[in-house]
């Protein structure tokens, strides 16, 4: 029969085009998120992280970007590349939480 | 390369028995998280040991425990397997409690 999974969102990108991944988090008292990139077979890879006391940080290729007015979180990947096809998850901390709390995930395709 | 290692990396075996899945944190680290990532439920947290103690518990089941020993590597165990137990167990890493997280490769448990 056929398999029931989560329907991850998909962003389909041309290779050198500009990518931007977005992701709304749950708990207002949260104050650090984490991007993650995980590719088939393998862990999940820190990109980025933010403080809450920031709006903005810059990485190489990548900026995140978080308005804590509505609780979003955004990725954004430059000249996004074959290499950067991959699942891409947003993670919650709260200040002495003991677990990060992740998203559902976005898929990201690089077209050539 | 996070450091994280988890042994083994594949693993088959019937309903009813009991598995021990290993995590080596990376050095320096006290705390290791467990998640499991299966198609339907994303990337959920199991629970958290920090240098031997153990500090969160997330969605673990009764048939599953874990245990983190005085060289600071750590054990899942999971007993009474069913088949909605196949999925893949990450193991991960950090300094501190619940800031930034590095993860093993995982092991990936298929339960016929």
């Known amino acids: 029969g056929e398999s029931v999974g989560l329907h991850l969102p998909t962003l389909s990108v041309q290779e050198g085009d500009n990518s931007i991944i977005n992701c709304a988090y749950s708990?207002?008292?949260?104050?650090?998120f984490i991007w993650y990139k995980q590719e088939s077979g393998k862990g999940p890879q820190f990109i980025i992280d933010?403080?809450?006391?920031?709006d903005k940080r810059q990485g190489q290729r990548v900026t995140v970007l978080l308005n804590k007015t509505v609780k979003h979180l955004s990725l954004q990947i430059a000249a996004t590349q074959p290499g950067d096809s991959a699942v891409y998850f947003c993670?919650?901390?709260?200040?002495?939480?003991?677990?990060?709390?992740f998203g559902a995930g976005t898929i990201l395709r690089v077209k050539s | 390369d996070s450091g994280v290692t988890q042994t083994p990396k594949h693993l088959i075996t019937a309903t009813g028995q009991r598995v021990t899945l290993r995590c080596s944190p990376r050095?320096?680290?006290?705390?290791v998280y467990w998640y499991q990532q299966s198609l339907d439920q994303g990337l959920q947290f199991l629970i958290q040991?920090?240098?031997?103690?153990?500090?969160a518990k997330g969605n673990i089941l009764e048939r599953f425990s874990a245990q983190q020993f005085p060289d600071l590597h750590s054990e899942l165990n999971l007993s009474s397997l069913e088949l909605g137990d196949s999925a893949l167990y990450f193991c991960?890493?950090?300094?501190?409690?619940?800031?930034?997280?590095?993860f093993g490769p995982g092991t990936r448990l298929t339960v016929l």
């Open positions: 933010i403080r809450s006391n920031m």
């Open positions: 991960a890493s950090s300094v501190d409690s619940g800031r930034q997280q590095f």
């Open positions: 708990n207002s008292a949260s104050d650090y």
């Open positions: 050095s320096g680290d006290l705390s």
């Open positions: 040991y920090y240098n031997g103690e153990e500090r």
């Open positions: 993670a919650e901390n709260i200040e002495y939480g003991n677990k990060l709390v």
